[in-house]
């Protein structure tokens, strides 16, 4: 059972930056991808950034890419995003998950089989 930990929400202005960390209990070899999502209220969760374990390759959707920087310190079992030139469409619960059946979706939110609790982002204009 791996059980995720999100860290380093918060407020900011537009324009700023934030880091979010998610530390696994574990890193088994079964983990494919690592993601996270977020979820504003009324919205559905989706996914923004992912990496493959494995191989270290990250995935972005068009909304943050250029913006966001997802990594891994494999040592310290800690997926990490970078948040910089935050918007107020950013705004939302960010969640990290694993997915360790090695199949679904990249950002198909039934792929993935566990997930932290959140951790909440707010950005004001």
């Known amino acids: 059972q791996v059980q995720l930990v999100e860290s380093g929400g918060g407020s900011v202005q537009a324009g700023g930056s934030l880091t979010l960390s998610c530390e696994a209990s574990e890193y088994p070899s079964s983990i494919s991808f690592m993601t996270w999502f977020r979820q504003s209220p009324g919205k559905e969760r989706e996914g923004v950034a992912a990496?493959?374990?494995?191989?270290?390759?990250?995935y972005y959707t068009d909304s943050v890419e250029g913006r966001f920087t997802i990594s891994q310190d494999r040592a310290k079992n800690t997926m990490y995003l970078q948040m910089n030139s935050l918007k107020p469409g950013d705004t939302a619960m960010y969640y990290c998950?694993?997915?360790?059946?090695?199949?679904?979706?990249?950002?198909?939110?039934?792929?993935?089989?566990?997930w932290g609790q959140g951790t909440q982002v707010t950005v004001s204009s």
């Open positions: 998950a694993a997915n360790t059946r090695g199949s679904g979706g990249l950002w198909t939110r039934n792929s993935y089989n566990y």
């Open positions: 990496i493959h374990v494995g191989g270290g390759v990250t």
